[in-house]
């Protein structure tokens, strides 16, 4: 199965370093996409914590995955899971008024979706072409 081109496999490569580290960041600092006069509560620090639990191993194998060469046939449904990832994270941003999130999840989801979709396409076998059709009579 051919695989992603090395500027697509480098931007998916930046895009789970990116995600993986806001998770990091939030984890270390969870009041950071926060407004500035918010309370860091229990459960601020609750929700930065899942944040990393799926964003810090989610980044990590889609790394391995892409820079390992192991694309195989498991690396478009890992795209497609971390951009259906991304669309969340697009969700969210929308929800709480962060354009920031908001715009760069969109653009990672796009990134991993279409990049999934397209070593989809590459991956479908080749339609068997059709016996071809003899002008000439048969029989008597």
Not at 30 to 59: C, E, F, K, M, Q
Request: no cysteine; glycine share 14%.
């Amino acid at each position: 199965m051919p695989g992603l081109s090395r500027p697509l496999t480098a931007a998916n490569a930046l895009g789970a370093l990116l995600s993986a580290g806001f998770g990091l960041a939030g984890l270390l600092d969870p009041g950071l996409a926060l407004p500035d006069d918010s309370a860091i509560t229990g459960g601020v620090h609750l929700y930065a914590a899942a944040y990393a639990a799926r964003a810090l191993p989610l980044g990590a194998a889609l790394l391995h995955q892409l820079l390992a060469g192991r694309g195989g046939r498991g690396l478009p449904p890992l795209l497609a899971l971390a951009g259906a990832v991304q669309i969340a994270d697009a969700a969210i941003g929308l929800a709480t008024r962060n354009p920031g999130m908001t715009l760069g999840a969109t653009a990672l989801a796009a990134l991993h979706l279409g990049s999934a979709a397209r070593l989809a396409r590459s991956a479908r076998p080749a339609r068997p072409a059709r016996p071809a059709r003899s002008s000439a009579p048969t029989g008597a």
